[in-house]
């Protein structure tokens, strides 16, 4: 069986260095008895920036990450080598596809958009347009993020733009985006990933019964999430959007979490614990937000005396010239069970004023200060929004929403069915107090234990049957494409025009 990151962790009792992808991270082992660590209708009021339902906010000096991320992971599909440096997507055929379209070129090697037959816009976010493309003659269908670079620069969203592709870069888990190459026109930035047949989980949701899922369903989606959040705070990376409109599902029914424009990325020192759940193990973390190496670039308010200056922008990565964060002396059981990973990037903050209305943490609309634990509050109302069909602070404005977020107690609806579990969950999960909120302390590894997690073999999750298949996607689609001109590409050719290559019309791109 290929066993994935999120399951290696689970398993592994041994590990000192985990590769994750093209990323090998350093884990921290604490072992035996030495105890010794080493676009919706959910959107924004007067005084914020509307981003298409989010917000992101008065507070922000993401303005300022730009030049400091200049980290660029995505593989290089020179010599068609790109799959190598994914091993946990490595068997995907889409890595085949590439490679035998890049096999065919003469000395321009690069993927460009005149190589893809685009076929369907699936939907427009805050910096660029989804569309549904073919790899042309392979059958392979990829979803292609193209962002307007003019636009990005002139509304100043480039800093986001690049924060997403750095971050698709690092990925590498069954639960998260491959990113399969970037490239660029004169005009056009384009994130190729694979493209999910199943729609997002909002739209899923309203196709239920009584517009939510069963308990059984919800457990399924939220286990999978969690997974890949914890694989996210393992690389320092706080996703802070979470929202059934941003988990796709994939052909095979299991999920596929998007958009990373507004995560933060932290530094942060991962170990495994050795022993049982009672133990208190705290990670260090740097905040790093914004990532800017311009020295006129304001410093970030961090609440922290560790913070770093903004030049630091990497997670650490194996570095052996980065003195290890001194943790926590513990106390482990004599006899311990199977070691845990604990990657919560726990004192990460950042002052910025992000996410989506009903899924803001109360710390947010504070202006605290926030760290990884936002991960959790909007979690917990993922989960409720599963179970219930709706989120639980919903005002009649957003206003309200907000003043409902920081200020009223957590209710459930009467009669609702949901088990006495699920609510102990959501509610350790939606503590107004960030330190004494479910996952505070071990992160993803605290929740994992909770009871309504009880019945699930958290190694197995990929092999579970999900509640939905997707159908599969009709072939006589990739014939009938709608009709419409097509884009420059970065040759000067249009893809519309170029009708050796083809075998039907294009779409249009269309910009915001
Ligand atoms: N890999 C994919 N497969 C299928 N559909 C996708 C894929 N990625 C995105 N989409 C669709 O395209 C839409 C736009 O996605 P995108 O990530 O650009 O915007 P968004 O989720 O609204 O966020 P943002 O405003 O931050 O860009 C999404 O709502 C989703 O329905």
């Not at 959007?241 to 530094?267: A, T, Y």
């Amino acid at each position: 069986m290929d066993v994935h990151a999120a399951d290696t962790l689970s398993l592994t009792s041994s590990i000192r260095d985990l590769s994750f992808g093209n990323n090998s991270v350093s884990i921290s082992f604490c072992s035996g008895s030495s105890g010794t660590v080493s676009g919706s209708d959910r959107s924004l009021s007067t005084g914020d920036s509307k981003v298409g339902g989010k917000v992101s906010g008065s507070m922000s000096r993401d303005d300022c990450q730009e030049e400091g991320s200049n980290v660029s992971r995505e593989p290089s599909f020179r010599g068609c080598g790109g799959h190598v440096s994914k091993p946990h997507r490595g068997s995907d055929v889409r890595w085949e596809a590439i490679g035998g379209v890049l096999g065919g070129k003469d000395g321009d090697s690069e993927l460009g958009l005149g190589d893809f037959r685009l076929l369907r816009k699936l939907g427009a976010g805050d910096i660029g347009s989804v569309y549904l493309a073919e790899l042309r003659g392979t059958g392979c269908l990829f979803a292609v993020k193209v962002m307007d670079k003019g636009m990005l620069e002139g509304s100043k969203k480039s800093v986001r733009a690049r924060t997403e592709r750095d971050i698709l870069g690092l990925l590498d888990h069954p639960f998260l985006p491959t990113l399969y190459s970037h490239f660029e026109t004169d005009k056009f930035s384009c994130l190729l990933m694979e493209f999910c047949s199943g729609g997002d989980l909002h739209t899923l949701r309203q196709r239920q019964p009584q517009k939510h899922f069963s308990e059984h369903a919800a457990r399924f989606y939220a286990s999978e999430v969690l997974l890949a959040l914890e694989y996210l705070h393992v690389l320092g990376v706080v996703y802070r959007d979470l929202k059934p409109e941003n988990i796709l599902v994939r052909d095979d029914g299991h999920i596929m979490m998007s958009d990373f424009d507004l995560s933060l990325r932290c530094s942060v020192n991962p170990v495994l614990v050795q022993g049982s759940s009672d133990m208190a193990c705290r990670m260090s973390a740097y905040c790093i937000e914004p990532s800017c190496i311009d020295p006129k670039c304001e410093l970030p308010v961090c609440v922290e005396p560790r913070c770093l200056q903004p030049s630091c922008f990497k997670p650490r990565f194996s570095n052996p010239k980065v003195p290890r964060v001194k943790m926590e002396r513990i106390r482990l059981p004599a006899s311990g069970s199977l070691p845990q990973l604990i990657a919560e990037p726990t004192n990460a903050r950042s002052m910025s004023f992000v996410g989506t209305h009903e899924y803001l943490a109360p710390e947010i609309i504070r202006g605290d200060g926030h760290g990884s634990s936002v991960d959790w509050w909007t979690f917990g109302i993922f989960l409720y929004e599963l179970l219930h069909g709706r989120t639980p602070f919903k005002g009649n404005g957003n206003r309200e929403t907000l003043f409902n977020v920081v200020g009223q107690p957590l209710k459930f609806p009467e009669g609702s069915g949901v088990s006495f579990a699920a609510k102990d969950l959501i509610r350790g999960l939606l503590a107004k107090d960030p330190q004494k909120r479910l996952g505070f302390k071990r992160g993803a590894a605290e929740i994992k234990q909770h009871p309504f997690f009880e019945s699930l073999n958290w190694a197995l999750i990929r092999s579970i049957l999900p509640p939905e298949i997707p159908k599969p996607v009709d072939p006589s689609f990739l014939k009938h494409a709608v009709k419409s001109s097509a884009p420059s590409n970065e040759k000067g050719t249009t893809a519309a025009t170029d009708s050796d290559r083809s075998s039907g019309p294009y779409l249009d791109f269309e910009f915001f």
